[in-house]
């Protein structure tokens, strides 16, 4: 994937910031320590003298190290004793966009491994199996979180309180949903308390997408007026998340490939939810796995939607970012569901 994306994929469409990182001359100051771009610049500048493609190997390396982390805390508690789980967490793994990203000197690539940690770490800390070590871990990892994705913490910090605070309350199945309703209002009432910061950045959102250069840039009929990013903000997410839509692969057919890879990403989805929430049928629900799925899906496609909603290409990927976090979570989940 690493020689499509440099010799087919770049000549069909930018590989966003990655050509800018790898142009950018040797430099050194205290900005690689707290701006994600300054960081991928000042690292391009070194891995540049590799040569293409060779110059996006060490990204390829660290994304594919996030993979691996995953796949073997997954095989040491017996995820994949189910062949059909095996074959569709691989197939997760493959799409198309997904390796694109991650095969190059992105932020995206970087991203990948450092979600992939959190989410070993969320799963871990759900299964009280953290130790000492794991949290030195957990330190440098959210460093390199704040510096490279901060708005994902929103997810991770919701996920981290509620397993905390069911675990150290003991709470039971009632207990578990008054706990999730306490934290849900208390979310919904920051958010709207924050209504006039979230309108000051989404409103000067639209600039930083230049419908001259991206030529796939919507109209702007988002983030137009005050309060606007609350209005069909759930049907906005998942657009935000999906990418292209049927009128725009008619317009623009490459694209088609995208539409069917998010089509499939959301099949596995459902798959996993369904899977979960078959216990519906027997009047039975683990209300843990109810929230941790509705709190990882609703967070992470909430701070993603200012970012994907102008721009299809934007929107799959940015998508990269968070993408193992919510599929690691949802097979873990799905796996303690059929566990029981």
């Known amino acids: 994937m690493m020689l499509f994306a440099e010799f087919v994929y770049s000549q069909l469409s930018q590989l966003g910031d990655t050509h800018r990182y790898l142009e950018t001359s040797p430099f050194f100051n205290a900005s690689i320590f707290y ?33 691996v982390l995953v796949f073997n805390y997954f095989k040491s508690i017996g995820v994949f004793r189910s062949t059909n789980i095996l074959i569709l967490f691989v ?14 000197h992105s932020k995206e690539a970087i991203s990948v491994f450092i979600m992939s940690f959190f989410a070993v770490f969320l799963i871990k800390y759900e299964r009280s199996e953290i130790k000492g070590k794991d949290w030195f871990a957990f330190i440098i990892f959210m ?31 009632l207990g578990k949903l008054m706990l999730f309703t306490l934290m849900i209002g208390t979310q919904v009432l920051i958010l709207f308390g924050l209504s006039d910061i979230i309108d000051a950045v989404t409103l000067n959102m639209y600039q930083h997408f230049d419908p001259e250069n991206a030529r796939s840039t919507r109209e702007n009929i988002y983030f137009v007026n005050e309060g606007d990013f609350f209005r069909n903000m759930f049907s906005n997410m998942l657009l935000a998340a999906w990418g292209p839509t049927l009128a725009e692969v008619a317009s623009k057919p490459l694209m088609a490939l995208f539409f069917l890879e998010s089509l499939c990403i959301a099949l596995i989805i459902i798959i996993l939810l369904f899977g979960m929430f078959k216990q519906l049928l027997n009047y039975q629900l683990n209300i843990s796995v109810l929230v941790l799925s509705f709190l990882m899906i609703f967070w992470l496609l909430l701070v993603h939607y200012p970012f994907g909603i102008f721009n299809p290409g934007s929107a799959i990927r940015y998508r990269q970012n968070f993408y193992p976090l919510l599929i690691t979570l949802l097979f873990y989940l799905n796996f303690k569901t059929s566990n029981k």
């Open 35 to 67: 701006s994600s771009t300054s960081m991928m610049e000042f690292t391009g500048s070194l891995v540049k003298y590799l040569q293409p493609p060779m110059y996006h190997l060490p990204a390829m390396v660290i994304s594919f190290c996030g993979f």
């Open 91 to 104: 197939l997760a793994n493959l799409m198309p966009s997904y390796l694109l990203w991650t095969s190059v």
């Open 143 to 173: 460093y390199l979180g704040l510096v490279f994705k901060a708005q994902y913490f929103a997810a991770i910090i919701s996920c981290l309180v509620f397993i905390y605070l069911y675990k150290k309350l003991n709470c039971k199945a």
